[in-house]
Every structure is written in structure tokens, then in C-alpha cells.
């Protein structure tokens, strides 16, 4: 199922989109997919293409996104800066704000 997300990716990233939907196909691809990925998704933010993110990536939200939108249960939970929603999901997945809970390993 990998190699059919990579060339759907491929495929919708090469026609020039007015909007990109991109939902979780960053997570199946190896470190040189996803390094690709992000090059041409910065391309596209330049040339001003709206693109939409469905991700669980943290990350990608604060590195990518202008905008977020945080979603719970269909339900817009918190909404504006990425850091900001970044910061509302983990105080309600962890009880607070600013990273995961550290592991007992």
C-alpha cells in the first residue's frame, strides 16, 4: 500500500494543484521519500498553493502549516497558530502543554 500512496503523491504533486490534499502519506514513506515530499511542498507553498495537511505529525504542523485546525470528534477543538493548536492537542491528550509525557524505559 506504500508504493500506491507514493505514486498517488507523485502523481497529484506533478499536475500543478490549486489545492493539495495531503492526508497522512508522509508517514509510509522512508526518510528520502518524505526529505522529497517536503521539497516539493515547500515549492508549492511558494508558488501559493493551498495545501491541506491531515496529519498526526506534530512537527510537520509547526514546520508547514500557516494555519491549524485542531479537529475532535468532528468538532473544531482549537484553531489559529500551529504552535498554539500543537500546544491545545498535547494539553488534551497529556493534561498540559509543550511536549509528551517523559517514558519510564
Known amino acids: 500500500s506504500g508504493m500506491y500512496v507514493r505514486l498517488g503523491f507523485a502523481v497529484a504533486v ?3 494543484p490549486e489545492i493539495l490534499l495531503v492526508d ?3 508517514a509510509v514513506g522512508d526518510a ?3 526529505g522529497k515530499c517536503f521539497a516539493h511542498i515547500a515549492k508549492l ?3 501559493q ?3 491541506v495537511l491531515v496529519t498526526h505529525d ?3 504542523v509547526k514546520r508547514f502549516c500557516d494555519r491549524a485546525v485542531l479537529l475532535n470528534h468532528g468538532v473544531i477543538a482549537a484553531q489559529g497558530e500551529p ?3 500543537v500546544d491545545e ?3 488534551q491528550v497529556f493534561g498540559h502543554a509543550g511536549a509528551a509525557p517523559a517514558s519510564d524505559a
Open 14 to 16: 506533478h499536475v500543478r
Open 24 to 26: 497522512e502519506v508522509l
Open 32 to 34: 528520502e521519500f518524505q
Open 45 to 47: 507553498r511558494e508558488e
Open 49 to 51: 498553493v493551498t495545501i
Open 58 to 60: 506534530l512537527e510537520s
Open 83 to 85: 504552535r498554539d493548536v
Open 89 to 91: 492537542y498535547l494539553a
